[in-house]
């Protein structure tokens, strides 16, 4: 799981590159997720256009981010999940659980 973040409007996004699979990589999001959270940032955007697959740890990091986020007042919004993640979050149901955007524009006025 690779990822870069930027910073617009005050919102956080992170976006994701290549496969969702957990490991280490998830441990440095989950940690620079808390990070943010300790700083008040708790408006953050998971831009899924670079994902290629997610399997059952991938969906698990995104509803534990969620999850804590929504704790300290934030919100999780993902944006340009491709088709594949599409998919993947209506079989799982997780699209009734996150708010989705198709562009990374419309996440961040979401925010607004």
Do not use: H, W
């Not at 990070?35 to 740890?57: A, C, P, W, Y």
């Not at 698990?60 to 993902?78: C, S, V, Y």
Request: charged letters at 25%; aromatic letters at 10%; hydrophobic letters at 35%.
């Amino acid at each position: 799981m690779e990822y870069s973040t930027s910073e617009k409007n005050g919102t956080v996004i992170f976006s994701f590159k290549g496969n969702m699979m957990g490991g280490a990589s998830a441990t440095g999001f989950r940690e620079e997720v808390k990070s943010l959270t300790e700083q008040g940032k708790t408006k953050i955007i998971g831009d899924f256009s670079g994902v290629d697959f997610m399997n059952s740890s991938g969906l698990g990091i995104l509803i534990a981010t969620l999850t804590g986020l929504r704790k300290e007042g934030g919100d999780f919004k993902l944006c340009s999940p491709t088709d594949r993640i599409k998919s993947l979050l209506k079989i799982s149901k997780l699209f009734t659980v996150f708010d989705i955007y198709e562009t990374q524009e419309e996440a961040v006025k979401a925010y607004q």
